[in-house]
């Protein structure tokens, strides 16, 4: 496995990396986990979490990564830590099966890397042989609703209020993309 995984020039001319996790980058995820958390966003995460939640869940993303049981790229731009995107592949009847999740700094937004992440995610889960990726989306999200449906990605349905987002209970959109012809 490559550490590095696509560099490329943004819509914005700034010159972006992907690549894999390394121990020391323990401080850039926890930062950036927080900033997320405080923004209150289209995430699960909806606080910023403790130093020993996140030291917590790094270990695993590194351990698994290492097993080959997660994708996890870190995003860099002009050398700035500007988000990450993960693929969790599932477990038993489900180990072909990875879970895609991704999220950028705002100030990163909006000039295509988001939709360059989601294809090297892609990429990279059709090297460990998953055969579908599902995701699932906050109903308002429309720049990512447009992403996922401009990348291939099909609607299985909606959940009506399974989200409690800003006072409100919204919609979870189901998404799958099948990586095999069968
Ligand atoms: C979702 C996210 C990862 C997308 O990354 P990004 O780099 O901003 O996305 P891109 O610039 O590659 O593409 C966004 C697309 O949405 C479009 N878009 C932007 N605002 C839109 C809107 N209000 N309605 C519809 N489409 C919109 C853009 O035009 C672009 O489409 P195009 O390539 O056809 O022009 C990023 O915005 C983010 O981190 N958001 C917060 C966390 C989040 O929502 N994570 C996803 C959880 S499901």
């Known amino acids: ?24 980058d323990f401080a850039d995820m926890f930062s950036f986990a927080c900033d997320i958390g405080s923004e209150d966003t289209f995430i699960a ?27 996890y790229l870190m995003v860099y731009v002009q050398g700035a830590f500007a988000g990450n995107g993960r693929v969790n592949r599932g477990k038993g009847r489900h180990r072909h099966v990875g879970n895609i999740g991704l999220s950028l700094r705002s100030a990163f937004r909006g000039e295509g890397i988001g939709t360059e992440l989601m294809k090297s995610l892609i990429d990279e889960a059709r090297v460990l042989g998953l055969r579908l990726l599902t995701l699932t989306c906050f109903e308002t999200n429309a720049p990512a609703l447009h992403m996922y449906e401009k990348l291939g990605f099909r609607k299985a ?9 800003k006072g409100q209970y919204i919609g ?8 095999v012809n069968d």
């Open 1 to 24: 496995m490559s550490d590095i995984v696509k560099r490329f020039t943004s819509k914005k001319g700034n010159e972006v990396l992907f690549r894999y996790p390394k121990v020391t």
């Open 45 to 71: 995460l909806d606080t910023p979490p403790t130093e020993n939640e996140e030291h917590d869940f790094f270990e695993a993303v590194i351990r698994e990564v290492n097993e080959r049981e997660s994708i």
């Open 157 to 165: 349905g909606v959940t009506p209020g399974a989200i409690a987002f």
């Open 172 to 179: 979870e959109v189901h998404f799958y993309l099948p990586l």
